[in-house]
């Protein structure tokens, strides 16, 4: 039996499709068909049912996934701590974040970590859902919520302050009790700031929603209504005026990294740029 087709039997079992299972592995879904064949001729069992393009795992198969992941966590951890030894500052790095803050905060603080650390490669990944660091989809993550689950440190970041915004000329001619509100699309329609903007709306309307905060963000400078915006993206935006005052909300960041990982000093090198870039002691 090959290591290498268990590997992609267990990632087919994860995902469902042969397409999720070659997107988390990198490669062509007709390699994931292969090797789960070749898995299947050398046990003489047969794994996957397939019906059409629906694919289901035998009782067989369910059995021999669950030992195949727990072989592949076995084998994240090791490498984890293998890498985690390191000393040199060099290799590759995987940092995720969210999309906005990933384009207009972290890639200027990475480049800062390269310049010191010219022999390191940096992977800076702009998305919505947290990637799994232990898988390692990333080394570090900034998140917008401190993760409850899972072996993992995190650091508190200095705090993303929120204001409405909208263009001076909406400002001008509509009165508060008359704006209308831009505001969140799934996935972020569960959001913190989401659910603060429908508390102040108090019966305004809501009349668009985007599914990202730059959505959002053109719509407000288009002139559509009041979007709730971190200050980060909008403060210095020339087509939009802040609604003046206190923060209307304050969320918390953090920087994540798996514990095995926390003496790596690559990890650690980005670590400390990150935090003191966006000034918090690390």
Request: glycine content about 6%.
């Amino acid at each position: 039996m090959d290591w290498e087709d268990l590997r992609h039997f267990a990632a087919l079992a994860t995902g469902g499709t042969l397409s999720a299972a070659a997107r988390a592995l990198g490669v062509e879904h007709a390699t994931v068909a292969r090797r789960v064949a070749a898995l299947e001729q050398a046990l003489g069992l047969k794994l996957v049912d397939r019906r059409g393009r629906r694919l289901a795992l035998t009782a067989e198969g369910e059995r021999i996934a669950a030992v195949a992941d727990r072989m592949a966590r076995d084998a994240r951890a090791v490498r984890r701590l293998a890498d985690g030894a390191r000393s040199d500052i060099a290799g590759t790095i995987t940092i995720s974040a969210p999309p906005a803050l990933a384009v207009l905060v972290l890639a200027p603080v990475l480049a800062t970590l390269r310049r010191r650390h010219p022999a390191l490669t940096l992977t800076l990944l702009g998305e919505v859902r947290s990637a799994s660091l232990e898988r390692r989809e990333a080394d570090i993550a900034v998140r917008m919520s401190r993760p409850m689950e899972g072996d993992l440190t995190a650091r508190k970041l200095a705090p993303l302050p929120f204001h409405f915004y909208a263009t001076p000329a909406y400002l001008a001619a509509t009165a508060p009790a008359d704006w209308v509100f831009i505001g969140s699309a799934a996935p972020l329609d569960q959001s913190p700031q989401q659910q603060v903007l429908e508390g102040l709306a108090a019966g305004r309307p809501t009349v668009f929603h985007g599914n990202t905060v730059e959505i959002q963000q053109a719509a407000a400078a288009s002139g559509m209504g009041v979007a709730l915006l971190p200050d980060f993206m909008a403060a210095d935006d020339p087509r939009l005026a802040v609604v003046s005052g206190p923060p209307v909300l304050s969320r918390d960041m953090w920087l994540v990294v798996h514990s095995d990982m926390t003496a790596s000093a690559p990890v650690r090198a980005a670590l400390r740029c990150i935090a003191q870039e966006m000034s918090v002691p690390m």
